[in-house]
């Protein structure tokens, strides 16, 4: 178990020191057929109360071998769910909706939440009432991600978002397609103006655990 911990610990610190996480390629089907697509690094920083009174902050991120699900859209509807879980400790939900714009149609990710298990190895001495139970946190009605539904969405740049007050989280190698997939495959990307910008790469990077 103390090497296993110790492994994650060098992990998330590599990821932190270089500000990239691997991407993880994320499919569900509808038989045999592949009916929506994501690729992304995400790396979540938790901020919870510690048995001494003071708040923690930990890095969480996903290992690989998650299991996906969800309701990919059928029959002209425009809601696609995915939902990513990975050894029922940590879980991801992603909502997509899909409505008309001008000539062509749009999609656009409406809901994020993310949960996870309070356990000792990802949350050091919290509260010991935490512990065994769940936690999340959710974005609603929002417009993130947005591109026509003929085209996947790419952002190689790092993104990094604010889930209510308690759940930063730090996106890279994004590349969604929730509607008309073709191939199994992503379709070409509409890419994001991040990446389409000619600047200097700046790199964001979450805080290490911390106490405060």
């Known amino acids: 178990m103390l090497v296993v911990k110790l492994l994650f610990v060098v992990t998330v610190l ?8 691997p991407a993880q ?3 569900l089907k ?3 057929e592949v009916c929506m697509l994501a690729k992304f690094g995400l790396l979540l920083s938790i901020k919870y109360p510690k048995a001494d009174n003071t708040t923690g902050s930990t890095p969480l991120m996903f290992r690989g071998g998650a299991d996906v699900s969800g309701t990919c859209a059928e029959d002209g509807q425009n809601v696609a769910v995915m ?5 029922h400790d940590l879980g991801l939900k992603l909502t997509f909706g899909r409505e008309n714009a001008h000539s062509h149609r749009i999609y656009y990710l409406s809901d994020f939440e993310v949960w996870y298990v309070y356990t000792e190895s ?4 919290a509260l010991p009432s935490l512990y065994n139970t769940r936690g999340s946190e959710k974005a609603s009605d929002i417009q993130w991600f947005q591109a026509p539904e003929v085209n996947s969405y790419l ?3 790092e993104q990094r978002k604010t889930l209510q007050e308690n759940v930063d989280i730090l996106l890279n190698d994004l590349q969604l397609q929730p509607f008309e997939v073709k191939r199994n495959d992503f379709s070409s990307p509409m890419e994001c103006a991040m990446d389409s910008t000619p600047a200097p790469p700046v790199h964001t990077t979450l805080p290490p655990p911390t106490t405060t």
Do not use: H, M, S, W
């Open 30 to 32: 509808k038989g045999v």
């Open 122 to 125: 990802r949350f050091p001495d």
């Open 155 to 157: 952002c190689r740049a």
């Open 14 to 21: 590599l990821c932190q020191a270089t500000a990239q996480v």
């Open 83 to 87: 939902e990513i879980n990975e050894n």
């Open 25 to 27: 390629r994320y499919e």
